[in-house]
């Protein structure tokens, strides 16, 4: 299996742009996670799916940021506009609950840069 | 009541020492606590986990210890080697319905010294 793939692996945007971060999931995992990570903050979870529904989204710092599932296979993280502040590195992980095992696979993370 | 504390920030060993870093949390709820490394560049991944029903679990050179009453666990790192120079998050999960969430603490930063 290829892993959690993530694209692109670097964006760099300017102040009011739309960006598109792009996943997809490990196949047969039922839970998809956004997370992004900075220095100041540490790893936050965004939002989370089950089955491509979107379950908590509470992680979601404003209306800027939206999340979607079409199907098993594929997520997209949108912020638009997008803003100086949203710099992060932006990792997709998925995972499969078995045996009350919660063991999350990470991808190699998006590394957005806005000026 | 959701938050894992996570010390030290960043920790210095010596080759061959053994590296400790401590997590506290208060949600008596959580069942399920793993340490996650992280390499510069790369996503974390899993390290080892334990449950509540152990005190200890030992992987290679990684144990975690596990104290319930004090609502504390901790990644010990025996014979630390430069290759063990990563970020490490602990994190916990709690029921009910087997969602999966991690709750993760801030991180530390290890250098191993040659």
């Known amino acids: 299996d290829a892993g959690v793939i993530q694209s692109p692996r670097h964006e760099v945007t300017e102040m009011g742009q739309e960006v598109t971060l792009r996943c997809k999931p490990i196949s047969g995992h039922d839970y998809l996670f956004w997370y992004r990570q900075t220095m100041m903050r540490g790893l936050e979870l965004l939002i989370y799916f089950n089955n491509n529904v979107p379950i908590d989204d509470s992680g979601m710092p404003e209306d800027r940021f939206s999340a979607k599932m079409p199907n098993a296979s594929f997520s997209t993280l949108k912020i638009q506009p997008s803003e100086p502040r949203d710099s992060a590195v932006y990792f997709c992980a998925s995972s499969l609950i078995s045996g009350g095992v919660y063991e999350q696979y990470f991808g190699p993370g998006t590394r957005l840069t806005v000026t | 009541q959701q938050q894992v504390k996570q010390s030290p920030q960043s920790l210095i060993v010596q080759k061959g020492g053994i590296s400790i870093i401590n997590c506290a949390y208060e949600?008596?709820?959580?069942?399920?606590f793993p340490w996650y490394q992280q390499f510069p560049g790369k996503g974390p991944a899993l390290l080892i986990a334990i449950r509540p029903d152990v005190s200890e679990k030992k992987e290679g050179r990684f144990t975690i210890s596990f104290n319930k009453s004090a609502k504390q666990f901790s990644l010990h790192i025996m014979d630390s080697q430069p290759g063990d120079s990563a970020t490490y998050f602990c994190a916990a999960s709690k029921p009910p319905r087997n969602t999966g969430k991690l709750i993760f603490g801030q991180g530390t930063t290890l250098q191993v010294k040659p």
């Open positions: 949600n008596t709820a959580f069942d399920y």
